[in-house]
């Protein structure tokens, strides 16, 4: 059973404002803050500033009853927990009535990766005319500097330092960073910039379809995946994917955890340990094809 439609909470549509004027967030961001609040005051129709532990322990159980995921509820909660931590803020009320809510424990995935052969693969073939060199510089950015999707298609020309070797890259919560690029994604770049229609314009977007339009996510989901199925046989490669893939090979080459949060524009630390699982999987993989004591069952002398 679906909860109840209720028009826009005052209290939520302030803290939604606060997010969009103060924080800046994406309005992909708002739009899932929206989504879950107004889930959460579908179930809880009484005054907000008056919520318990057991109200929002409730709405917990509801989702859950509903089938919906642990990562699902987790997401939920830390909307309705950002939404009171606002209200304490402004002095609505003292205490946070989600702080101890808990949704139940998801089996972490850990994400997929292509292989070094894999990832060489995609670009093995020569490249020549705009549109496939603008592809290049795309993958480029993706696998060489490791750009979310949404911070690959924001960047304007003008974000670019060929000759200093980075890109200034907008993130989450509007952070900027100064993304290295190697060799390649700098040859691959300017490659592109001698076909582009507008490259002498500062505040135009890097990446364009027709004329001056800013190529959109979805399209350049496509084109990753067009290539993919050409280079490797397989249409499911995605842009987080190469990102993954990026940092993987990233921390199986230096071991720099740190090193790896700065270039992905990672807050907390803790979201970058998701890669030491991953480089302990290679280094397993490695110690079984490898090691003498891997395939050796005989007693120790």
Known sequence: ?????????????????????????????????????????????????RASVHDITAFAAHLHHQGLKAASIQRALSAVRSLYAYLIRNGDLRTNPAAMARAPKSKRRLPKVLDTDQAARLFENPVSGADALRDRA??????????????LVALNTGDVDLAAGFARVTGKGNKTREAPLGRHCVAALRAWLQQHPHRNQPAQPL????????????????????????????????????RHSFATHMLESSGDLRAIQELLGHSDIATTQIYTHLDFQHLARIYDQAHPRAHDNKPDD
């Open 207 to 242: 990446f364009t379809g027709r004329g001056r339009a800013r190529l959109s996510s979805r399209t350049i989901q496509r084109r990753l995946k067009k290539i993919a199925a050409a280079q490797l046989g397989d249409d499911s490669l995605h842009p987080h994917m190469l």
């Open 138 to 151: 795309i993958l480029e950015l993706f696998y060489g500097a490791g750009l979310r999707l949404s911070e």
């Open 1 to 49: 059973m679906q909860p109840a439609a209720c028009p826009e909470d005052p209290a939520i549509q302030a803290f939604l404002d606060y997010l969009t004027v103060e924080k800046r967030y994406s309005t992909h961001t708002i739009s899932g803050y929206r989504r879950e609040l107004n889930r959460f005051r579908g179930v809880f129709q009484g005054d907000l500033t």
